[in-house]
């Protein structure tokens, strides 16, 4: 067997990538920022609403992925050591692991709290104020707020949506994803509220229920997700929907060697960027040179700026978990 290793932790990313990721930092700290002021905003607002309580907690929570994000991406700067060989990429999908945790355990928590408040019949009211002399229901207030904070995580989840997949950065997904789904909870809220001024008591509790549900949902599926990739899972897209197409690419590349017989490649996602392990059959009466091999090794790193180390070994056949990866993805 012929191995070649290549470490390219130091070397920078190409520079649209370089920009996008300084876009996304950027955009996390605006997340943040907004974040404080509506907490603020909806804590003042919230009264003795159930959806108003429940739509807080969210938006408290609402920190954690921009945190990890940011947290995630400093310490991926870090360069490999001889404790760390494969670098400190990982704390991208640690980072995720976190932020679902955080999701899934307090979803839990919030639909337990408004059930209960629900079987038990808790009737809130909500009461008025005075504003230049005049007696306004709290819950117009209360439903301005929920519009009013729905706007900024629409707008911040919709660019990170943009940049997540070039990033290919599954925590800026998961804060994106949350982002996009805050109307439903400022939407919840709003119905939460406007029940109880119809005399509807079950409305508010109902509708905490539906978010703290999208909130466990959130958590379900990013836990899943992020355990999967540090179980070292095939590497999907960032919204864990289907392979990422790079898969393809690295066979192909390998296959089409004019001196390989078949080849197969096993890939680990490290969070943002992928290490390859190749294994290639030479054709018969060909013989894989270190030249060859290093060749081999230096157009797979010209493939994709996601590929950031390499293995390559050459074996009489392919170790059984590829041959059949192969022959299916060829039918």
Same mark, same amino acid.
């Given at each position: 067997?012929?191995?070649?290793?290549?470490?390219?932790?130091?070397?920078?990313?190409?520079?649209?990538?370089?920009?996008?990721?300084?876009?996304?930092?950027?955009?996390?700290?605006?997340?943040?920022?907004?974040?404080?002021?509506?907490?603020?905003?909806?804590?003042?607002?919230?009264?003795?609403?159930?959806?108003?309580?429940?739509?807080?907690?969210?938006?408290?929570?609402?920190?954690?992925?921009?945190?990890?994000?940011?947290?995630?991406?400093?310490?991926?700067?870090?360069?490999?050591?001889?404790?760390?060989?494969?670098?400190?990429?990982?704390?991208? *999908? !640690?980072?995720?692991?976190? =932020? #679902?945790? @955080?999701? &899934?355990?307090?979803?839990?928590?919030?639909? %337990? /709290?408004?059930?209960?408040?629900?079987?038990?019949?808790?009737?809130?009211?909500?009461?008025?104020?005075?504003?230049?002399?005049?007696?306004?229901?709290?819950?117009?207030?209360?439903?301005?707020?929920?519009?009013?904070?729905?706007?900024?995580?629409?707008?911040?989840?919709?660019?990170?949506?943009?940049?997540?997949?070039?990033?290919?950065?599954?925590?800026?997904?998961?804060?994106?994803?949350?982002?996009?789904?805050?109307?439903?909870?400022?939407?919840?809220?709003?119905?939460?509220?406007?029940?109880?001024?119809?005399?509807?008591?079950?409305?508010?509790?109902?509708?905490?229920?539906?978010?703290?549900?999208?909130?466990?949902?959130? *958590? !379900?599926?990013?836990?899943? =997700? #992020?355990? @999967?990739? &540090?179980?070292?899972?095939?590497?999907?897209? %960032? /919204?864990?929907?289907?392979?990422?197409?790079?898969?393809?690419?690295?066979?192909?590349?390998?296959?089409?060697?004019?001196?390989?017989?078949?080849?197969?490649?096993?890939?680990?996602?490290?969070?943002?960027?992928?290490?390859?392990?190749?294994?290639?059959?030479?054709?018969?009466?060909?013989?894989?040179?270190?030249?060859?091999?290093?060749?081999?090794?230096?157009?797979?790193?010209?493939?994709?700026?996601?590929?950031?180390?390499?293995?390559?070994?050459?074996?009489?056949?392919?170790?059984?978990?590829?041959?059949?990866?192969?022959?299916?993805?060829?039918?």
């Amino acid at each position: 067997m012929i191995e070649n290793r290549h470490n390219v932790d130091d070397e920078p990313l190409p520079e649209e990538i370089a920009g996008d990721l300084r876009k996304a930092v950027r955009l996390e700290w605006i997340t943040i920022a907004a974040l404080v002021g509506i907490v603020i905003i909806v804590y003042a607002a919230m009264g003795n609403s159930q959806a108003m309580k429940t739509a807080w907690i969210e938006d408290m929570l609402s920190f954690i992925p921009p945190i990890a994000f940011l947290i995630g991406v400093h310490i991926t700067r870090k360069p490999a050591t001889a404790e760390l060989p494969f670098g400190y990429h990982r704390a991208i *999908g !640690i980072s995720h692991v976190v =932020a #679902a945790t @955080a999701l &899934l355990v307090m979803g839990g928590f919030l639909i %337990v /709290d408004s059930a209960i408040a629900l079987i038990t019949t808790d009737h809130p009211t909500i009461g008025g104020i005075q504003l230049f002399g005049t007696t306004i229901w709290l819950g117009w207030l209360m439903m301005a707020a929920m519009i009013v904070t729905a706007i900024p995580p629409m707008i911040l989840g919709r660019k990170k949506l943009r940049l997540a997949p070039p990033l290919h950065n599954k925590v800026l997904y998961a804060d994106a994803d949350m982002n996009k789904a805050d109307w439903l909870t400022s939407l919840s809220a709003l119905v939460g509220v406007a029940g109880i001024g119809l005399g509807w008591w079950w409305a508010d509790s109902a509708a905490a229920i539906v978010i703290a549900t999208s909130i466990f949902k959130d *958590g !379900i599926v990013n836990l899943r =997700a #992020a355990v @999967a990739g &540090l179980m070292d899972a095939r590497p999907t897209s %960032v /919204d864990n929907k289907e392979p990422h197409p790079l898969l393809g690419e690295i066979e192909a590349y390998l296959r089409g060697l004019d001196w390989v017989h078949t080849a197969g490649a096993r890939i680990r996602d490290e969070g943002q960027v992928f290490h390859v392990e190749g294994y290639v059959v030479p054709k018969p009466l060909e013989t894989a040179t270190p030249e060859r091999i290093d060749a081999a090794q230096a157009g797979l790193f010209d493939l994709d700026w996601k590929i950031r180390d390499v293995v390559i070994a050459t074996v009489g056949k392919l170790p059984e978990v590829l041959e059949t990866h192969s022959s299916s993805s060829r039918r």
